[in-house]
């Protein structure tokens, strides 16, 4: 499956952004998706994921009560929305495709190119 991650970019601490992930080649409603993250000089953190059918979204703490992750399984896309953001947020952010329910990059089997958020203070 091919992923591309758009809708970063700069925004106010305090402020929201939407990231997209549009899904293309094979059936996009049989993977878990996720959301990953990563600022410079740092690994690639996990952020957001959502099961197959919607019923299971699971986060990392530091971003828990201010990110929802959604999909649109008719249309082959994910989403993060992103409120409330922080100067610490700021990194790439990217989608991934995964066979299992995992929060480890190495279980995801698939990686759009990502798409950066900055958040100035």
């Known amino acids: 499956v091919q992923l591309q991650a758009s809708g970063g970019g700069l925004v106010q601490a305090g402020g929201s952004l939407r990231l997209s992930c549009a899904a293309s080649?094979?059936?996009?409603?049989?993977?878990?998706m996720g959301w990953f993250r990563q600022a410079p000089g740092k690994e690639r953190e996990f952020v957001a994921g959502?099961?197959?059918?919607?019923?299971?979204?699971f986060y990392a703490d530091s971003v828990k009560g201010r990110f929802t992750i959604l999909r649109d399984n008719a249309k082959d896309l994910v989403f993060l929305q992103m409120n409330s953001l922080q100067p610490e947020d700021t990194a790439v952010y990217y989608c991934?495709?995964?066979?299992?329910?995992?929060?480890?990059?190495?279980?995801?089997?698939?990686w759009g190119r990502g798409t950066q958020v900055t958040v100035s203070s």
């Open positions: 991934a495709a995964s066979k299992i329910i995992s929060r480890m990059p190495n279980d995801y089997d698939y």
């Open positions: 959502i099961s197959r059918s919607t019923d299971n979204t």
């Open positions: 080649g094979r059936t996009f409603s049989r993977y878990i």
